[in-house]
């Protein structure tokens, strides 16, 4: 992967400002395949999410959490 400009150190700069994407892992939920670089995602349990929705979808099918949209 390409090295990526990071806005917040950019100074005028961009070539000497550049960080490289760290890959963690791929997402955990069995319908996504998604890599997770540094800075993105979430840990649960020592699993790996891409977003909220993998997550939460997660968290459902454990029996952790109710989705209310389908019970009430």
């Known amino acids: 992967m390409p090295d990526i400009e990071n806005p917040i150190l950019s100074g005028g700069h961009p ?3 550049t ?3 760290i890959i963690l ?3 955990t ?3 996504c395949n998604e890599d997770i670089y540094s800075g993105e995602g ?3 349990n020592g ?3 891409c977003g909220t929705h993998c ?3 997660h968290l459902v099918n454990e029996g ?3 989705e209310l949209s389908v019970r009430y």
């Open 55 to 57: 997550i939460g979808e």
């Open 25 to 27: 892992g791929n997402c």
């Open 47 to 49: 699993q790996l999410f």
């Open 64 to 66: 952790h959490a109710i």
């Open 29 to 31: 939920n069995a319908k």
């Open 15 to 17: 070539q000497n400002d």
């Open 42 to 44: 979430y840990e649960y």
């Open 19 to 21: 960080y490289q994407s």
